[in-house]
């Protein structure tokens, strides 16, 4: 039993570091992919704009799915297909095949966030204790990893599918030997039995409802303000230093690293928290350090002040995501029917990719109209609106008694390898 947990976690955590990597190695390397396929300003807000919009409809999708298959056999193939993408998009040569490699990859994408989060929180159910955060520090780590080749490739001018290929050759077989470990709890059951031809009719009832929007609501507002906040560094911060501050441009490439760090670290950390003191606490602090992280950067008079700023960011804003999915699998446990924590997080994750869409357009209008300064109490307001709603990250009592849930052996027991 041990054995399979132990397993089943360290292989969803490389999923989830491997998704970092590629994901890094696509949005750091747009300015080559633009260059490469003649790609216009004008346009090529609309290619970005559309792999998070595809991505929401591979999530919605992938809810669908989880009520016929399981989600590790969702998760097994949907990685492999955004790595090919990832590769199809540097060997492309023309700007119609940059949109179907992209639209593949936005597909998946949603599919592959969608099904490792159903895995980490089921798998966090059968821990019965924080792990959620772990896994996004792997995909933290990945992150990191991903955006220092693409550096690499930068620095020495490599084309995009030399960057590219070798880490698909690595990764692709990597994740399929892993997924040979990947351990489905809890919603698994009810696929199973559609995928065995055994009460077909039954799962479809069993997961099709889940739990309303309305229940979901608050944390599907933390989910938004949450990717707000990290779209706001990702896409404003080396300009926010270089143009508002006045940094140096070599200067103006620090933030986003150091607030990559920062998250890894938080989230690192952040399990013991969350064991040490429970979700609501460690939700409401990191939303504070957050909106303090936001205030700093509005006020800094300063790059290195400007800096601080941003590294309270990446300490606040990397708790609210993980515990955000680990608080809708609680929330679905008192659904009680089979899938319903898969379809909930499922729902969940199309308002990460929503959080994303509206953050960078947000700041960007409100700076030209406004100011930068300004535009930056925005997010800062809305990450503060967390603290309001960190209620709904309760712990809920388990049938077991006490706050976790303890493993079902019954259900852990069977990894995917035995499809």
């Given at each position: 039993m041990t054995d399979v947990l132990r397993r089943g976690r360290a292989s969803l955590a490389f999923g989830f570091f491997a998704q970092g990597v590629a994901f890094a190695l696509l949005v750091t390397r747009i300015p080559a992919i633009q260059d490469r396929y003649g790609v216009s300003d004008a346009l090529l807000p609309v290619f970005l704009a559309a792999v998070?919009?595809?991505?929401?409809?591979?999530?919605?999708?992938?809810?669908?799915?989880?009520?016929?298959?399981?989600?590790?056999r969702l998760l097994r193939w949907s990685q492999p297909v955004v790595l090919l993408a990832l590769l199809g998009v540097g060997t492309g040569d023309r700007v119609a095949l940059l949109a179907v490699a992209l639209a593949v990859f936005g597909l998946a994408v949603g599919a592959l966030d969608a099904s490792m989060n159903m895995l980490g929180v089921s798998l966090q159910r059968a821990y019965g204790r924080s792990i959620m955060l772990g896994f996004h520090a792997a995909y933290s780590l990945g992150g990191i990893l991903g955006a220092s080749l693409a550096?690499?490739?930068?620095?020495?001018?490599?084309?995009?599918?030399?960057?590219?290929?070798?880490?698909?050759?690595?990764?692709?077989?990597?994740?399929?030997?892993?997924?040979?470990?990947?351990?489905?709890?809890?919603?698994?059951?009810?696929?199973?039995?559609?995928?065995?031809?055994?009460?077909?009719?039954?799962?479809?009832?069993?997961?099709?409802?889940?739990?309303?929007?309305?229940?979901?609501?608050?944390?599907?507002?933390?989910?938004?303000?949450?990717?707000?906040?990290?779209?706001?560094?990702?896409?404003?911060?080396?300009?926010?230093l270089q143009d508002v501050l006045g940094s140096s441009e070599q200067l103006a490439t620090v933030p986003y690293n150091v607030y990559m760090v920062t998250t890894l670290v938080g989230r690192a950390v952040g399990d013991f928290g969350v064991r040490r003191f429970g979700a609501v606490a460690v939700v409401r602090c990191g939303a504070v350090v957050a909106a303090v992280g936001f205030?700093?950067?509005?006020?800094?008079?300063?790059?290195?002040?400007?800096?601080?700023?941003?590294?309270?960011?990446?300490?606040?804003?990397?708790?609210?995501?993980?515990?955000?999915?680990?608080?809708?699998?609680r929330l679905a446990e008192r659904d009680g029917r089979p899938g319903a924590s898969d379809a909930a997080v499922a729902r969940l994750n199309v308002f990460n990719y929503v959080g994303f869409l509206i953050g960078s357009p947000l700041v960007g209008a409100l700076g030209g109209a406004w100011s930068y300064r300004g535009a930056m109490l925005v997010p800062m307001v809305l990450v503060l609106?967390?603290?309001?709603?960190?209620?709904?990250?309760?712990?809920?009592?388990?049938?077991?008694?006490?706050?976790?849930?303890r493993p079902r052996t019954a259900d852990v027991g069977r990894g995917s390898n035995g499809l």
């Open positions: 998070p919009v595809l991505a929401g409809v591979g999530s919605v999708l992938s809810e669908r799915l989880v009520r016929r298959v399981r989600p590790s550096w690499a490739g930068a620095h020495w001018d490599l084309a995009l599918w030399v960057s590219y290929l070798p880490v698909v050759v690595v990764l692709v077989p990597a994740a399929l030997v892993g997924s040979r470990w990947y351990v489905d709890e809890g919603g698994g059951a009810a696929a199973e039995e559609a995928e065995t031809g055994g009460g077909a009719g039954g799962a479809e009832a069993g997961v099709g409802g889940g739990i309303g929007f309305r229940v979901l609501l608050p944390l599907c507002l933390v989910m938004t303000f949450a990717y707000i906040g990290d779209s706001t560094v990702s896409n404003w911060s080396a300009k926010y205030a700093v950067v509005a006020g800094a008079p300063g790059a290195w002040t400007g800096m601080l700023g941003f590294t309270l960011l990446g300490l606040g804003l990397c708790v609210l995501v993980p515990q955000t999915f680990a608080a809708a699998g609106v967390t603290v309001v709603y960190a209620r709904s990250f309760g712990d809920r009592p388990s049938r077991y008694g006490g706050g976790h849930e």
